[in-house]
């Protein structure tokens, strides 16, 4: 169960990310009634989404040492820039740039800056994946 964990736990950060992101949060805006009402609700499941990035991305740093162990495990080594960086970009969207876009300040600049964070972090949670699966 511990050789599979780190691959389940990378494929739901990445999975989830994927969904919310490319397929939930587009829906919305194209079948909710206003772009103020989608944009209200896409707010709240871009939080879980974080809550979900980071749940997965600290039982990836748990796991990524064996108890005792004085290196990491093989994969960990491989892909431990990119959980951190995909913690980091979580966090920054979320309690950065997240409230400049739901208080509307420069809608425009804090939009595109959240879009290219949550592409970033799509990327890392993707390259998390692919290293822990490549054993």
């Known amino acids: 169960m511990r050789?599979?964990?780190?691959?389940?736990?990378?494929?739901?950060?990445?999975g989830s990310l994927s969904t919310v992101g490319f397929m939930v949060v587009p829906m919305l805006f194209a079948h909710l009634p206003s772009p103020a009402a989608a944009g209200a609700m896409a707010a709240r499941l871009f939080e879980a989404q974080?809550?979900?990035?980071?749940?997965?991305?600290?039982?990836?740093?748990?796991?990524?040492?064996?108890?005792?162990a004085e290196t990491q495990e093989a994969w960990a080594q491989a892909a431990m820039v990119f959980i951190i960086g995909g913690l980091l970009l979580a966090l920054l969207a979320q309690y950065g740039v997240a409230p400049r876009i739901v208080a509307r300040q420069n809608l425009k600049l804090w939009h595109s800056m959240g879009t290219v964070m949550y592409a970033l972090q799509w990327v890392c949670a993707l390259v998390v994946l692919w290293r822990t699966a490549k054993r």
Request: proline letters at 3%; one cysteine or more.
């Open 3 to 14: 050789d599979r964990l780190p691959v389940l736990a990378a494929a739901l950060w990445w």
């Open 50 to 68: 974080t809550f979900i990035s980071m749940a997965c991305g600290v039982l990836l740093l748990v796991i990524s040492r064996r108890r005792h």
